[in-house]
């Protein structure tokens, strides 16, 4: 069974200050997805970033980067100079893809705080 | 602008009482979900579709209805609803793998 487990529930940072979440996950396919979502306070789930796990380079997109390590089951995920707009709740995920019907495994989340 | 769209965004109901909440994509995927977001409990799939009249439970299926008649829509019937169903429930349609959620439907079922 697949299993993802985001260890960090809360994360309070002054503004500027780097911040990096861990996620760590479980499945026995070789083939899935990793996945980040972001949840506001306004409460939608905003899509971050798709990771295949073929493919470990990492990524960064604007102050966003994201660390992925297959030998470790890992894909944390970096913000660098935090704003307070980056306060939200943020979710990794998993999914093992259509022939498991797409559904995505959820972490339990990390609340992110930046305060000015 | 591809989007999906949820409706009502909030309801507030009595225990019994039918309700559907509706689910619309304009970006002709095949695959659409919804989960429902309960704290301590987190994001849990209800019911999931591959395709027009192609649906199947998720993991939390009961108490749930879904169907799947065209592609765009893909609606969640509570036939008879009760407390425990209180929840946040969101919509999500696929593409390349990537589910892109609705806005939420805050639902209170008293």
């Known amino acids: 069974a697949q299993k993802v487990t985001q260890a960090q529930t809360e994360i309070s940072v002054v503004e500027k200050e780097d911040v990096t979440l861990d996620c760590v996950y479980e499945?026995?396919?070789?083939?899935?997805?990793l996945f980040w979502y972001k949840q506001p306070p306004s409460g939608e789930l905003v899509f971050l970033i798709r990771?295949?796990?073929?493919?470990?380079q990492n990524e960064i997109s604007g102050r966003y980067s994201w660390n992925f390590q297959k030998s470790t089951s890992s894909f944390n995920f970096t913000i660098t100079a935090s704003q307070v707009v980056d306060s939200a709740v943020y979710f990794c995920?998993?999914?093992?893809?259509?022939?498991?019907?797409?559904?995505?495994?959820f972490g339990g989340g990390t609340r992110v705080l930046v305060k000015p | 602008e591809a989007q999906v769209t949820q409706n009502p965004r909030y309801l507030i109901t009595v225990t019994g009482k039918k309700l559907t909440v509706t689910c619309s994509q304009n970006?002709?995927?095949?695959?659409m979900s919804w989960y429902r977001q309960d704290p301590g409990l987190g994001l849990r799939q209800i019911y999931y579709?591959?395709?027009?009249?192609?649906?199947d439970k998720g993991d939390v299926p009961e108490g749930y209805k879904v169907s799947r008649k065209e592609k765009r829509n893909f609606p969640l019937i509570l036939e008879s609803p009760s407390p425990n169903q209180t929840s946040l429930y969101f919509c999500?349609?696929?593409?390349?793998?990537?589910?892109?959620f609705g806005p939420g439907t805050r639902l209170l079922v008293l």
């Open positions: 999500a349609s696929t593409w390349g793998e990537t589910q892109y």
């Open positions: 990771r295949n796990s073929f493919d470990e």
């Open positions: 970006m002709n995927h095949e695959y």
């Open positions: 499945t026995r396919d070789t083939t899935y997805y």
């Open positions: 995920a998993l999914s093992e893809g259509k022939a498991a019907g797409n559904k995505l495994t």
């Open positions: 579709s591959m395709n027009v009249e192609v649906t």
